[in-house]
């Protein structure tokens, strides 16, 4: 069997190394990796191929800094292309990106089995370009792998199991995998655990989801509540590119320590030491919880609606009063995470086995 694995944002890079490790070592598969460029930069992108050993990708469309829909249409042909030419059995994509709508939508059209990876995740935010990418892969994939019972309860709920040739089914969560994996053996910069040992305790806030990236009160707001929580308590903040380019608009500028966006195993490192996590990522939200840590979510929903029913998980949006205050709940929570809720760390293993043998 040849699969065709399509990635291009860096919770992409993560999910494929569980699955591409395994792919490697299993008779009866290879592997192709097409990288849409969605996330270009060094620091976004080829920090994670080095330092997971995730195989380089054999294709590059070098897409990227385009609005959805060029973005979406320009992946679609290059995918299409790569498609004809690599002849796969089954094109494989990851969550909810640009890079997986438009390879699901290349490999439906032209015939090709679509595997989906992280499906059945729903926010109910239509407003979100995240949740129009879920819906509308999870639609045409033939094989559905779900990270959590919920995510495989949404897909049913939609009927998604009547449509001819679709088949749900819930392997767990490979971020699990991953994480389980590396954190063992991962090596943080020497800056990075120069930075994290400076401060006795400090939080780890990430910020990079466009409804708060592309409005201007809702950075603002985010950003004072952050400068708040840091007279209190240090915060360490990895920014995103597109973040970082707003902040010259704002009135308020961050006072906590901005750096660069960081690799894998340095953000391994800040989220293992921290003592709270403030993030709008998805990605991020689980990795907290493996590793028994709070988190506040900068967002009015989640996808993992998992996490805020264990507690653990507080749903601030970009409300200042509401993020300090839901940092004056969290900031002594310690927890042990459940095994239950992401599976066993052995998605990786049951996907390969789902493929193979369907």
Known sequence: ???????????????????????????????????????????????????MQIPKPDLNLGIN????????????????????SEKPDVLLVYGDTNSTL?????????????????????????????????????????????????????????????????????????????????????????DIRSLAASSERFCLATIHREENTDDPERLQSIISALNGIHEEQAIICPL??????????????????????VGYFDILHLIQNCSIVLTDSGGLQKESYFFGKPCITLRDQTEW????ETGTNIIAGADRDVILNSF?????????????????????????DKLLHA
């Open 305 to 308: 609606v998992e996490l805020p």
């Open 102 to 190: 438009a390879g699901a939508l290349a490999a439906k059209k032209l015939g090709i089995k679509v595997a989906h990876v992280e499906a059945g995740l729903r926010s109910f935010n239509m407003k979100m370009p995240e949740e129009i990418n879920r819906i509308l892969t999870d639609r045409i994939s033939d094989y559905l792998f779900c990270p959590t019972k919920t995510a495989v309860e949404n897909l049913q709920n939609e009927g998604v199991e009547q449509q001819p040739d679709s088949t749900v089914y819930f392997t767990g969560d490979v971020m699990y995998d991953v994480s389980l994996y590396y954190a063992k053996s991962a090596e943080p910069s020497a």
């Open 328 to 352: 004056g709940q969290l900031r002594d929570n310690t927890f042990q995470p459940s095994t239950e809720l992401f599976g066993d760390g052995t998605a990786a293993n049951k996907i390969i």
């Open 1 to 51: 069997m040849k699969v065709l694995t399509v990635i291009g944002a860096r919770p992409q890079f993560i999910k494929a190394a569980a699955l591409s490790r395994i792919i490697k070592n299993t008779d009866g598969i290879s592997e192709v990796i097409l990288h849409t460029g969605q996330h270009f930069d060094s620091n976004m992108s080829e920090v994670f191929f080095d330092e």
């Open 240 to 261: 995103h590119p597109r973040t970082r380019s707003k902040l010259p608009d704002l009135k308020e500028v961050p006072r906590f320590k901005v750096i660069d966006p």
């Open 65 to 84: 800094s385009l609005r959805h829909g060029a973005m979406t249409g320009r992946m679609l042909e290059g995918i299409e292309n790569c498609c004809v």
